[in-house]
């Protein structure tokens, strides 16, 4: 499972600690070697360039934060037609087959509840995979000694659906912006810092307040950033659409009666 080069709040702290000491540093540079009168002109650009990137860095996280949330919605989906197909089969084959559908949807569940990265993440992964193997080879079994074709094609197709998303799953969770990206954001947040010190340096002191606000604003922007890049790992979660996996796993009762 996907987790960040970085952690976002050890990249936040440090993006704060940064800023706050550029803004020192340009104002001292500023005191030295004196304000230009283009400064202001160079410091719009940076921040122009700032704001850009800030902005299609938090697109770019915020639609990628509502697929993974879309995906979870499709796994769902998925899972419960092809547990409503096994209706289609024989009728004394079929309690194996949904018990193995009920270990399968709670490994999915295990799979992304465990800390991104973790042993536990991973085990739960290959189990899962594992289980896709013995569903297909269980389920097609069944349904070719049944000798029903339309029964195979439908059980067959809702299954490769079913595991098909796993895939599509996993690779959302491993797409993200290249780490260059954080990189930039990182270096020019503090170049913006230290034109805005320098910038300052016709006055006698910092101005602290109205630096402190400009660099809290701006960490909390990039760490909401970050926050959305990995829904698993900070305060904002995509946690919550799991709920659609457990709703599912919760309605598939050893005597639940089912209608394809």
């Known amino acids: 499972m996907s987790q960040p080069v970085i952690d976002p709040w050890l990249y936040s702290v440090a993006l704060l600690l940064g800023l706050l000491i550029f803004v020192k540093l340009g104002f001292v540079l500023g005191k030295r070697y004196g304000v230009k009168g283009d400064a202001n002109a160079l410091s719009g650009a940076v921040f122009g360039l700032l704001g850009l990137l800030l902005a299609f860095s938090f697109s770019g996280a915020a639609g990628r934060f509502e697929h993974r949330r879309e995906l979870i919605t499709q796994e769902a989906n998925a899972i419960g037609t092809a547990y409503l197909r096994i209706d289609l089969l024989p009728a004394t084959q079929q309690p194996p087959l949904r018990e193995a559908m009920r270990r399968y949807v709670q490994l999915r569940l295990d799979t992304y509840q465990a800390m991104p990265g973790s042993t536990a993440a991973a085990k739960a ?20 000694n049944s000798g029903s074709n339309a029964a195979l094609s439908l ?12 895939t599509t799953r996993l690779a959302a969770t491993r797409d993200h912006p290249p780490a260059v990206i954080d990189l930039m954001l990182f270096l020019l947040a503090l170049m913006s810092a230290l034109l805005a010190g320098y910038g300052m340096a016709d006055g006698e002191r910092v101005p602290w307040l109205q630096v402190m606000v400009f660099a809290v604003a701006l960490t909390v922007t990039v760490f909401v950033i970050r926050d959305l890049e990995y829904p698993r790992m900070g305060l904002i979660r995509v946690d919550a659409a799991d709920q659609l996996l457990i709703e599912t796993l919760q309605g598939m009762t050893p005597t639940s009666a089912h209608s394809p």
């Not at 992964?125 to 070719?144: G, L, Y």
């Not at 197709?157 to 079913?162: F, I, K, T, V």
């Open 125 to 144: 992964w290959a189990d899962s995979v594992t289980s896709q193997q013995q569903i297909w080879t269980q389920a097609t079994t069944v349904a070719q």
């Open 155 to 166: 059980v067959a197709s809702a299954l490769n659906d079913m595991f098909d998303i796993t």
